[in-house]
């Protein structure tokens, strides 16, 4: 599976950025999408994740109540909208996927695709 993402840039805090990724390859597979982030000097962390089917997903308490995540499964795409934008969200944003219906990995270790990641920057 090869996973493209897109849609970083630079952003006043407050605003708002849509990322999307678009899968390639294996995708008849059962997959769970989800996005990681890495800021400079830091390791990735989960950022937010979500079922197979799209009825579920889960999010890291950070971003809880500002980002969600979405897919469409016949554009093989998962998008993640960021609304209300802070500084400390500025990081390198990795589209990543596992083999699984439901059950959701928040360990980058855990992972078995990764995307190339999209920079986001969020100024103050």
């Known amino acids: 599976v090869q996973l493209q993402a897109s849609g970083g840039g630079l952003v006043q805090a407050g605003g708002s950025l849509r990322l999307s990724c678009a899968a390639s390859?294996?995708?008849?597979?059962?997959?769970?999408m989800a996005w990681f982030r890495q800021a400079p000097g830091k390791e990735r962390e989960f950022v937010a994740a979500?079922?197979?089917?799209?009825?579920?997903?889960t999010y890291a308490d950070s971003v809880k109540g500002r980002f969600t995540i979405s897919r469409d499964n016949a554009k093989n795409t998962v998008y993640l909208q960021m609304n209300s934008l802070k500084p400390e969200d500025t990081a390198i944003y990795y589209c990543?996927?596992?083999?699984?219906?439901?059950?959701?990995?928040?360990?980058?270790?855990?992972?078995?695709?990764w995307g190339q990641g999209t920079l986001v920057t969020v100024s103050s």
């Open positions: 979500i079922s197979w089917s799209g009825t579920s997903d």
């Open positions: 990543a996927a596992h083999y699984g219906g439901s059950y959701f990995y928040t360990y980058a270790n855990e992972i078995d695709y």
């Open positions: 390859g294996r995708t008849r597979s059962m997959f769970v």
